[in-house]
Nanobody, 113 residues
Framework: QVQLVESGGGLVQAGGSLRLSCAAS????????IGWYRQAPGKLRELVGI???????NYAESVKGRFTISRDNAKNTVYLQMNSLKPEDTAVYYC???????WGQGTLVTVSS
């Protein structure tokens, strides 16, 4: 099965931007949907947004207008562009298929105020 690995996290000031990458070990063309999720300290993991194989996207209300998911099938990579970051966006970010049971290590995003 194609494995997904997140990268690109870091420390950024409020109002700044980061782009996360989700690199696949194989082709992503056959994956129906890939989601970006996040888990803040002391909170449950939540869906940030999702992109289908057709390129359709959907986002959580909390990130609409600030975050954008895109995919590059040639590079087998899905991206999460995060703009206008807020301290409440601080979390470990993961990419995965919906309903997946195995999760990677994620990438930590810390937004300072």
């Amino acid at each position: 099965q194609v494995q997904l690995v997140e990268s690109g996290g870091g420390l950024v000031q409020a109002g700044g931007s980061l782009r996360l990458s989700c690199a696949a070990s194989g082709s992503i063309r056959s994956i129906n949907a890939i989601g970006w999720y996040r888990q803040a300290p002391g909170k449950l993991r939540e869906l940030v947004g999702i992109i289908t194989s057709a390129g359709s996207t959907n986002y959580a209300e909390s990130v609409k207008g600030r975050f954008t998911i895109s995919r590059d099938n040639a590079k087998n990579t899905v991206y999460l562009q995060m703009n206008s970051l807020k301290p409440e966006d601080t979390a470990v970010y993961y990419c995965n298929r919906p309903l997946a049971k195995v999760w990677g290590q994620g990438t930590l995003v810390t937004v300072s105020s």
